[in-house]
């Protein structure tokens, strides 16, 4: 009964359900006891209290607070009325999009070193052509005219 | 007894046919030979990309088994170039000094075929062309085809009388001239006289010793060859630092038997940018790429997709 009494006030109890609960209500004293705190609630949440005193509705916010806080990130739900199951494949896809997000970010962290932002080429230059060409010649070559040049040296 | 003769006919072709082509590298061996032990001296004439033409007085001689090389500029800036078997020191005249320079090299024409027969032998296939005139000599042509696309074609033409080389030349398939260089006079000397084997240079005049770069042969390798050279063998490893560069580079020296490749490995630092690309020069290629880390450099007078292969075939 008090989970009829608190869809209603969730706004989530369907026009059908509604007759039925005023029926119930009418029929039981307790019941309609437990409407009252529940209609109270309601207002504090939805800060519509102008009826009552701050003392009140600080001691109703205080109780609230102090519910235990549970954390459902879905992967449990309500099967029936009153049990919950555990949402095996939710959790499975939260685990591996975890994983794929820390693998990520690891494979970057790997192949992107401090150098990554200097590493796209730049076209060969055409001094540094010059260069090598000269270094290669001065070893290699079969033509004694590039050979008897003496103005290149590579150093150390 | 058709069928017999016919059987016949193709063996007694393919023999001889085999022992044609031995016979066409022997002549190479001897072209070896002879650019070692016989006595000359020349005018060799070089003519480049832009087809200016290079004249070089060349003297060599051999005595007691060492080689005595000389090579004179004969117009243009003065220089020489003393050559004792591969050391080599060069002597260049600049205003009233003169630099000095000592080098390596043991493979300057006509002395080429100083690596591996067997490895031309299997990268190139050798056929002979016609008699022609080279230096006022009857000379024999013969044809280095390359096997494969990653060499070019080399026309050496050999002197009847004694197989020294007098004319190479370097062709691209797209028959692009490479290389050109060919004794213009030569003369055999009988004289065992080294007074020629000195400087001209170096008389009354002030001279700057350009150290020689202290290249380390030490340093470890930075890569590995893991893939196929494509018949190409390594025949010197070096680090050294480029001027340009500024960085310690390691020099990968490769060749096939006639020609040579440098292939430049260093580590590309945060602050440098790394080089890509691909550009001609003085008729040799040159390649640039970014590896793994490192940047990667190939020199040579090969087609660019030789270049690409064998830097392919570096790694770390």
């Known amino acids: 009964m008090s989970e009829k009494i608190s869809e209603f006030f969730d706004h989530q109890t369907n026009a059908n359900k509604i007759d039925s609960l005023v029926g119930d209500l009418t029929k039981n004293k307790k019941e309609k006891e437990a409407f009252k705190y529940y209609q109270l609630i309601s207002d504090v949440l939805h800060h519509d209290h102008g009826f009552i005193s701050d003392h009140a509705v600080d001691k109703i916010m205080q109780k609230i607070d102090q519910e235990p806080i549970q954390f459902n990130n879905g992967f449990i739900r309500p099967a029936m009325q009153n049990t919950l199951t555990f949402d095996f494949k939710k959790y499975a896809l939260y685990v591996f999009a975890s994983l794929m997000l820390v693998g990520t970010t690891w494979f970057i962290a790997t192949n992107t070193n401090d150098s990554a932002s200097s590493s796209v080429p730049v076209f060969l230059a055409e001094e540094i052509s010059e260069q090598l060409l000269n270094d290669h010649n001065s070893t290699t070559t079969t033509n004694p005219n590039f050979f008897i040049q003496a103005n290149y040296q590579a150093d150390i | ?316």
């Open chain 2, 1 to 316: 007894m058709v069928i017999r003769f016919f059987y016949f006919l193709v063996f007694f072709l393919g023999t001889a046919q085999v022992y044609a082509a031995t016979d066409l590298w022997s002549d190479i061996n001897d072209a070896k030979l002879a650019t070692q032990k016989l006595n000359y001296q020349g005018i060799v004439q070089s003519v480049n990309e832009k087809q200016d033409i290079n004249v070089l007085k060349l003297t060599h001689a051999n005595f007691q088994n060492q080689e005595y090389v000389k090579i004179e500029k004969v117009e243009g800036d003065k220089a020489e170039l003393l050559l004792l078997n591969s050391d080599a020191t060069i002597y260049q005249e600049q205003d009233d000094r003169v630099l000095i320079q000592k080098k390596q090299n043991n493979h300057l024409f006509p002395n080429i075929f100083t690596g591996d027969l067997e490895q031309i032998k299997q990268n190139y296939n050798l056929s002979q062309g016609s008699e022609t005139f080279i230096a006022n000599r009857k000379a024999m042509l013969y044809v280095l085809n390359p096997k494969d696309n990653y060499r070019y074609f080399y026309h050496l033409w050999l002197d009847v009388e004694n197989n020294l080389p007098l004319k190479l030349t370097v062709v691209s398939p797209d028959k692009k001239l490479v290389e050109n260089i060919s004794f213009a006079e030569i003369q055999f000397l009988q004289s065992k006289d080294l007074n020629w084997f000195r400087p001209k240079s170096v008389n009354n005049k002030s001279y700057d010793l350009i150290e020689s770069s202290q290249v380390s042969q030490i340093a470890p390798r930075l890569f590995k060859v893991t893939k196929s050279t494509f018949g190409f063998k390594e025949v010197e490893y070096l680090a050294k630092r480029m001027p340009g560069l500024n960085v310690q580079s390691q020099q990968l020296i490769l060749t096939d038997g006639l020609n040579y490749v440098s292939i430049y490995i260093h580590p590309i630092s945060r602050n440098q940018k790394p080089q890509s690309g691909q550009i001609q020069k003085n008729n040799s290629n040159i390649i640039a790429l970014y590896k793994d880390g490192y940047q990667l450099m190939a020199v040579g007078k090969v087609p660019f997709e030789t270049l690409e292969m064998l830097t392919e075939a570096i790694n770390f």
